[in-house]
């Protein structure tokens, strides 16, 4: 049986041992992976922690003149999205996507959180944001989306300076009468901040929440959506966020030096309960 010197040993190994693990344990850099020839030009430049000009001036699917600010004024975070209505095949692709990995995260669009799609084609009308709109409300289909979800359309002059500002760039292919563009949503914070950027045409849904949680500045979310940010950093190789090492150390050594001292406690309790029976033996009555 392991000796209380030898427990109390090993409480302290731990201590040192997790902080010198969490110290030899690099944190994973973001990094980039370059884009396909064939979209050389359209590209995102991530512009984290800049904040975009919100008093662009827009239409939305009601035919009303709005204006970036309308949507990020300080209360919930907001996903911005680069589409169009009458795109053959990424578009609807990508949208198709965030609804379907938003489905599955408790937070609800109008809520919790804000959604803006901004149209970059010029040409869009209200009429038409406002079908496209109804078909992805639908699909998500979550009844208090509708206050939280808006379809922009503008000049072209202000489209693409909303998509330089978000770090957006896309281009018309002439010969196709088509827009190529990147399959991206960019995470503002409830003040306009860029906070994280999510990339393809698939949304996990911890990447969605994680996102959220991180781009609201822990507004919103639970104490173990927090501890699950503090555990994992965004890796933009992967388009996801992935385990960080070094908190993860951090955390389960924390829980082992924990676990090491509860047991210590109970020993130590055990032995002073066991010195107080020695020290007070039973006296023997006479018969």
């Known amino acids: 049986m392991f000796s209380l010197r030898f427990l109390r040993s090993a409480l302290v190994a731990a201590v040192l041992s997790a902080g010198a693990a969490a110290q030899a344990t690099p944190e994973p850099a973001d990094r980039m992976e370059p884009l396909p020839k064939q979209l050389s030009g359209v590209d995102i430049k991530e512009e984290l922690g800049k904040t975009p000009a919100l008093d662009l001036g827009f239409i939305d699917e009601q035919g009303r003149s709005v204006m970036l600010r309308d949507y990020v004024d300080g209360t919930v975070p907001v996903i911005v999205t680069f589409n169009y209505s009458n795109c053959p095949m990424l578009c609807s692709l990508q949208l198709n996507g965030v609804v379907e990995g938003l489905k599955k995260v408790s937070f609800t669009a109008g809520k919790e959180f804000r959604i803006v799609t901004i149209s970059i084609d010029p040409a869009e009308t209200a009429e038409t944001a406002r079908r496209t709109r109804a078909r992805y409300l639908a699909q998500y289909g979550r009844p208090e989306a509708a206050s939280g979800w808006h379809f922009l359309h503008g000049s072209e002059s202000n489209v693409r300076a909303a998509a330089k500002a ?7 292919v002439e010969s196709r009468k088509e827009y190529a563009h990147p399959a991206a949503i960019a995470l503002l914070s409830p003040q306009g901040m860029i906070a994280r950027y999510l990339y393809g045409l698939e949304y996990p849904e911890q990447t969605l ?6 781009a609201s500045q822990g507004k919103i979310g639970s104490s173990v959506d927090r501890l699950l940010l503090y555990c994992f950093h965004y890796d933009s190789s992967e388009g996801r966020y992935a385990p960080a090492a070094r908190n993860l150390m951090r955390l389960g050594g924390g829980a082992s030096v924990l676990a090491l001292a509860g047991l210590v406690g109970v020993l130590v309790h055990r032995e002073r309960k066991r010195s ?5 033996p039973t006296q023997v009555q006479p018969s």
């Open 166 to 172: 978000l770090g957006f760039s896309y281009a018309y």
């Open 209 to 214: 929440r994680l996102g959220l949680v991180e």
């Open 276 to 280: 107080r029976s020695r020290g007070n």
